[in-house]
């Protein structure tokens, strides 16, 4: 089961970049590198202009895209949020494996498999977060990719939501759970109420209840306020 740690609403952003950066820290002392997966969307905004102030060795520093949207629209696209945290990063900056350089999303997927084959073994951090209908990254349980998605060996699959906008590009769920750490990082009431609501409902399909009752090494972060 996950361990949960609670903050405030106020205190959390910068608390979880503190302990996701000792995590890397420690990585790249033992390792000489650190392979960190970060999300898009909102939430993590906050958080992550928290760690580009932390002290960290940034040329050893390879970020992965947790996932990404694959449209033209820039406004729309998770690299360009985490374009702006690098941005934000003062002296050396880490090194980003970008996905959206292919004209067509099956093309997409198979440069982006490509480009993280090389990795040694199971990526050493990774952060999510969730949305209230329970997806993570953008394994979405309404889209027929689904179980393709949770089921593959590949590191990155293509997934079409039911109801959210656009098609999508996604880390596997077999890579996500093969991570050293994965951080869960859903900041607020309503994100921890659903949490906690999913992985008490035998019914529910999630791949985040998946996560809690399988990965070696979950962390939730979370708030009870808002």
């Not at 392979?35 to 992550?48: K, N, R, V, Y």
Request: hydrophobic share 40%.
């Amino acid at each position: 089961m996950a361990e949960i740690h609670l903050e405030s609403d106020a205190a959390l952003p910068k608390f979880v970049a503190e302990y996701l950066a000792k995590v890397i820290s420690n990585c790249i002392n033992d390792n000489g590198h650190c392979f960190c997966a970060l999300s898009g969307g909102s939430s993590p905004q906050a958080m992550l202009n928290e760690l580009a102030l932390q002290p960290l060795a940034w040329a050893q520093i390879t970020l992965l895209m947790v996932d990404e949207r694959f449209t033209t629209d820039a406004s729309d696209q998770n690299e360009t949020m985490l374009s702006s945290f690098i941005n934000r990063i003062p002296g050396e900056k880490p090194a980003l494996i970008n996905l959206l350089n292919q004209e067509t999303l099956n093309a997409v997927i198979t440069s982006a498999n490509n480009a993280v084959k090389d990795i040694p073994g199971p990526l050493d951090v990774v952060v999510l977060g969730m949305g209230l209908d329970g997806h993570t990254a953008s394994l979405f349980p309404d889209s027929t990719d689904y179980q393709m998605a949770m089921t593959t060996s590949d590191h990155y699959v293509k997934v079409v939501p039911g109801a959210a906008p656009y098609p999508r590009i996604s880390m596997s769920y077999h890579w996500l759970l093969q991570a050293k750490k994965i951080i869960l990082y859903i900041p607020g009431r309503d994100k921890l109420e659903c949490y906690r609501e999913l992985v008490a409902d035998p019914s529910a399909v999630s791949p985040v209840k998946s996560l809690t009752s399988q990965a070696n090494s979950l962390i939730v972060f979370s708030s009870e306020e808002s």
